[in-house]
Nanobody
Framework: QVQLVESGGGLVQPGGSLRLSCAAS????????MMWYRQTPGKERELVAT????????NYAGSVKGRFTISRDNAKNTVYLQMNNLKPEDTAVYYC????????WGQGTQVTVSS
């Protein structure tokens, strides 16, 4: 069955870095646009970053541009989100999403930025 499993979240101090991973299975990963979203309590899920199926095109929300980098390894069926210079406002649950004719979501991983 289809699975998207995020990992790499945790507690980090402001200015620190984390790398999130999302391991996919059960579908043709290399054919899907992959996205990272984040959500805080009481707010709508926010699109953070997008990467094309082959990885040649990426897009970022203005709030993370220059600090976050999305990448993918189609041989490993995994998409990554490298997050640098983290700020308290980056605290959220981070989700990966696979987009094509069908859309799939992971279960999320918590990122907390606090001193």
């Amino acid at each position: 069955q289809v699975q998207l499993v995020e990992s790499g979240g945790g507690l980090v101090q402001p200015g620190g870095s984390l790398r999130l991973s999302c391991a996919a299975s059960g579908f043709t990963f290399s054919s899907y646009v992959m996205m990272w979203y984040r959500q805080t309590p009481g707010k709508e899920r926010e699109l953070v970053a997008t990467i094309s199926p082959a990885g040649g095109s990426t897009n970022y929300a203005g709030s993370v541009k220059g600090r976050f980098t999305i990448s993918r390894d189609n041989a490993k069926n995994t998409v990554y989100l490298q997050m640098n210079n983290l700020k308290p406002e980056d605290t959220a649950v981070y989700y990966c999403k696979a987009v094509q004719i069908n859309n799939y979501w992971g279960q999320g991983t918590q990122v907390t930025v606090s001193s």
